[in-house]
């Protein structure tokens, strides 16, 4: 099913993705990804306070290639998302409502999105050039001395994602591979 | 004897970054236009049709294929009546490495200690392999390597008695295993006997063949040919949401080895298996 959704996520839109559904996101999104995870981390375990707001945003796990003159940003593929599996759901407990990278999620980070009405989405690997074109404007906002790995501030308009892990822990890597699978 | 200048490998390195990171090869383009002719699913179908309109629009508004521009793998094979001047070889290419990387605005992803993880700024250095050949000319293979699929990759030390059953189960549960992590369809690179690092050196060399010739090796032609078809049954399919395409080619090379050994490495790429190659 098509569905166009606006983020930030609100709880409701969130709990009525299902997986499978092809989703084009518009509004305010941002990307971290190994190190800035890390940063974050060692924040909360400080007592710091986190660069970005949690409830209700959605966190691309992206890094950029530079961005020629006069555009917004380079190319803009996702990532591995397992990578980021160990950092996941604290954030997801503090109200991070979505998250989209590539690849398979732990059962951890799977308890989290159930526990906390969250989705997990992918958008293509290897695509970079394509969606970037869906992305209008980037500004790190934190971290900025990690390059690639900094935190930005996405403005994006129909962003396209497949949700893979749905609020109710339902997980599209699993239930497709059943279908085309011969073995 | 011939003599080279080494600015001449800088520039020329610094333009084949550029290229593999906009450019696929012709047949891997070929490749994923079949692919999208015979995919099974709707969703997959899309999904490489995606890839497609991917490449175009990295070609026409050059912007890399992929945002992770790799590490970039370079294989020197060098004529033995080939003498260089001008200065260090190994510092020429890193220089043609750092300016493709820098004026090409790829994406730095080079960290200088694996544990403390402090970015070069400028994706050097490279990792070179150099090979000694007859002749008095250079070839140069640049193949960027991104790390979604590289970390998806495998070495088994098999033994010998686990014969070509084992060499299979070991390149079908790395797919496996690797799954919609891998950017799929991916490329396998291939490598049994030699050593530990023979094999795996053969699994990346491998990946460097275009993916539309087969080994002159009938047996081996036979275990590319019947290992893509097992893959592609797997049912990961493209994006690894589910299809029919789960690889485009697997590739394989060997080499001899061990009596008491039988070395595999799996050398996973993805869609985007970029490289590039001149000849000096």
Redesign the interface.
Known sequence: MDRHINVPLSDEDAKSLNYGDYVYLTGTIYTARDAAHKRMYEALANKEALPMEMKNNVIYYMGPSPAREGRPIGSAGPTTASRMDKYAPSLLDLGLKGMVGKGKRSQAVKDAIVRNGAVYMAAVGGAGALLSRSILSSEVIAYDDLGTEAIRKLEVKDFPVIVVIDAQGRDLYEEAIKEYGEQ | MRTIDVSLVTDTIKDMCIEANHFLSEDMKNALNKAHDTE??P??CQ?LG??Q???K??GE?????????GMAVLFVEIGQDVHFEGGNLEDAINEGVRRGYVDG?????VVKDPIY?E?T?DNTPAVIYYEMVPGDQVKLTMAPKGF?SE?MSKIFMLKPADGIEGVKNAILSAVKDA???A?PPMVLGVGIGGTFEKCAYLAKKALTRPVDQRSDIPYVKELEEEMLE?IN?????P??????TTALAVNINTYPTHIAGLPVAINIC???NRHSVRVL
Do not use: F, W
């Open positions: 099974k699913s969703l997959g999904i995606q890839l309109e991917n490449l629009i990295a508004d050059m912007i890399p294929i992929c945002q992770d521009t605005y790829l994406r730095k992803s993880r970015n700024k979604g970390n799954g919609p992590n950017c097992k049954k797997s049912g990961i399919g994006g690894g949401l589910g299809g029919t993805c869609h985007v």
